[in-house]
T-cell receptor
Framework: AQSVTQLGSHVSVSEGALVLLRCNYS??????LFWYVQYPNQGLQLLLK??????LVKGINGFEAEFKKSETSFHLTKPSAHMSDAAEYFC????????????FGEGTQLTVNP | NAGVTQTPKFQVLKTGQSMTLQCAQD?????MYWYRQDPGMGLRLIYY???????DKGEVPNGYNVSRLNKREFSLRLESAAPSQTSVYFC??????????????FGPGTRLTVL
């Protein structure tokens, strides 16, 4: 069974500050890990994903995440927040089998203050 | 390509009414999913279809039925709507091929209110 825990349902940062959104996972097999972003009244879109290989993955809009197997973590970061980053962010895990399900975390609402 | 489309965008039902949410994808994906999103609970899987002709229950299937009409379309039916089914419903699809990474592509959602 897989599970995802996102620490902090709400995170608030100032424009230009570091963004750090935390995600820990549990998986019985090597996981595939994803971060999705949801802007108000829209569907989810993929920010980045970890499948195999390099543990530091870069995504769209300047976001990146590092897969740390020893810590079972996949935290999302961005060096400098922009007002347009305000959205809800979801971490998800898959076991990689054909047609397999994604298990989502509960989401983190990011607020960016001017 | 339109990607994943959902109809309707909004719907208001009375308790006990029935309705079908429609979903279609034009990416030739094998697998399709229905989720509901409620505040503070993330996305919860209702039903999914790993391939055409198959459907399986997800985490919260009670009160729902699905039909994988063909490879493109996957509908969700509420037979007798209840206020607890007030939610935002998302459809998603993924290639679903062996060795693929199962990135899911999402539709814009249907906002359903049951009075």
């Amino acid at each position: 069974a897989q599970s995802v825990t996102q620490l902090g349902s709400h995170v608030s940062v100032s424009e230009g500050a570091l963004v750090l959104l935390r995600c820990n996972y549990s998986s019985s097999v090597p996981p595939y890990l994803f971060w999705y972003v949801q802007y108000p009244n829209q569907g989810l879109q993929l920010l980045l994903k970890y499948t195999t290989g390099a543990t530091l993955v870069k995504g769209i809009n300047g976001f990146e995440a590092e897969f740390k197997k020893s810590e079972t973590s996949f935290h999302l970061t961005k060096p400098s927040a922009h007002m347009s980053d305000a959205a809800e962010y979801f971490c998800a895990v898959s076991d990689g089998t054909s047609g397999s399900r994604l298990t989502f975390g509960e989401g983190t609402q990011l607020t960016v203050n001017p | 390509n339109a990607g994943v489309t959902q109809t309707p965008k909004f719907q208001v039902l009375k308790t006990g009414q029935s309705m079908t949410l429609q979903c279609a994808q034009d990416m030739n994906h094998n697998s399709m999913y229905w989720y509901r999103q409620d505040p503070g609970m993330g996305l919860r899987l209702i039903y999914y279809s790993a391939s055409e002709g198959t459907t399986d229950k997800g985490e919260v299937p009670n009160g729902y039925n699905v039909s994988r009409l063909n490879k493109r379309e996957f509908s969700l039916r509420l037979e007798s709507a209840a206020p607890s089914q007030t939610s935002v419903y998302f459809c998603a699809s993924t290639p679903g091929l062996a060795g693929s990474y199962n990135e899911q592509f999402f539709g814009p959602g249907t906002r359903l209110t049951v009075l």
